[in-house]
């Protein structure tokens, strides 16, 4: 009788503790929640549209659940109408804008970082509004992987300025370039960017987007200037004159043919960056 009561103590003492251990599994989804992105404020802005960049759309502010992969969006145009400060879970604040595509299908909360505005495009300049870091004058570094990360962003932002209807293909390129492999990952990098810039003005038959798919090159060319061997440099410098001189008039030369050979030069330049 005694050895049963013993027995009845450990087995009770032993379901206790599992008991305990059950109670202690169920904490997680508590302190889930306390890990989410708190809203600080939210604030409404004056519609704008913007291009996404990288990053994720998110249901709501408080960033518990993605709903899209900005990369399928590259080309899209969505329009900004609220901001929300929250202090996420890391501790730092940050800010998400509210967007909606224009057809209404895709909507969520980005971080502002991830967006660009849209810039309208026209065939008027031919000069190199583009900001880049490449072309100061110097030789840099290509291996450097916020010089890798900024030329994407940049060449990212340079595609949009072709003519719309070529942008979506080329845009597509973006998809999966990384920063390690920007120049020649063997799929979809930079050199394979600019060669599909080329085939775009190639292939276009409307003059002002030729103009402008032309333009856009140039600015390409613009950005890695200066980074590459001096027989290559000298070669892309007599290809960008020639562009040039098309655009502005002083030559009679075909600036689509002009375009097409500058970006097929600069794609193999380009590729050859990678170390």
Same mark, same amino acid.
């Given at each position: 009788? %005694?050895? %049963? ?8 003492? +032993?379901?206790?503790? &599992? ?27 004056? %519609? ?17 659940? %993605? ?74 570094? +290509?291996?450097?992987?916020?010089? /890798? ?20 293909? &080329? ?32 292939? /276009? ?12 090159? /140039?600015?390409?060319? /613009? ?22 001189? +098309? ?22 330049? &380009? ?5």
């Amino acid at each position: 009788m %005694k050895s %049963k009561l013993i027995y009845s103590a450990i087995l009770a003492m +032993t379901l206790g503790t &599992v008991s305990g251990i059950s109670v202690s599994f169920t904490s997680p989804n508590a302190l889930a929640k306390t890990k989410l992105a708190r809203v600080i404020s939210y604030k409404k802005l004056s %519609k704008t549209s913007y291009n996404v960049n990288k990053g994720y759309l998110y249901t709501n502010p408080r960033l518990n659940k %993605k709903a899209h992969r900005a990369a399928n969006y590259l080309s899209w145009t969505f329009y900004a109408t609220e901001s929300a400060k929250v202090k996420k879970a890391n501790g730092k604040e940050a800010t998400y804008y509210y967007l909606k595509s224009g057809n209404n299908k895709v909507k969520g909360w980005i971080w502002k970082g991830n967006l660009s505005k849209v810039v309208v495009s026209t065939n008027n300049n031919t000069n190199n509004n583009t900001s880049n870091s490449g072309s100061s004058g110097t030789t840099q570094s +290509t291996n450097d992987y916020a010089q /890798q990360k900024s030329d994407i962003s940049n060449m990212l932002s340079i595609v949009r300025t072709m003519y719309s209807q070529d942008q979506d293909d &080329v845009l597509a390129d973006f998809e999966n370039i990384t920063p390690k492999a920007a120049y020649d990952s063997g799929g979809n990098d930079l050199s394979e960017v600019i060669s599909d810039m080329g085939e775009a003005v190639n292939l /276009q038959s409307n003059s002002n987007g030729i103009r402008m798919d032309a333009q856009a090159i /140039q600015n390409a060319y /613009q950005l890695f200037a200066n980074r590459f061997p001096s027989l290559t440099s000298i070669k892309l410098a007599a290809l960008s004159s020639r562009l040039s001189d +098309t655009l502005s008039g002083k030559s009679s030369d075909d600036v689509s043919d002009a375009a097409y050979n500058l970006a097929d030069e600069l794609s193999d330049a &380009v590729l050859n960056l990678q170390s």
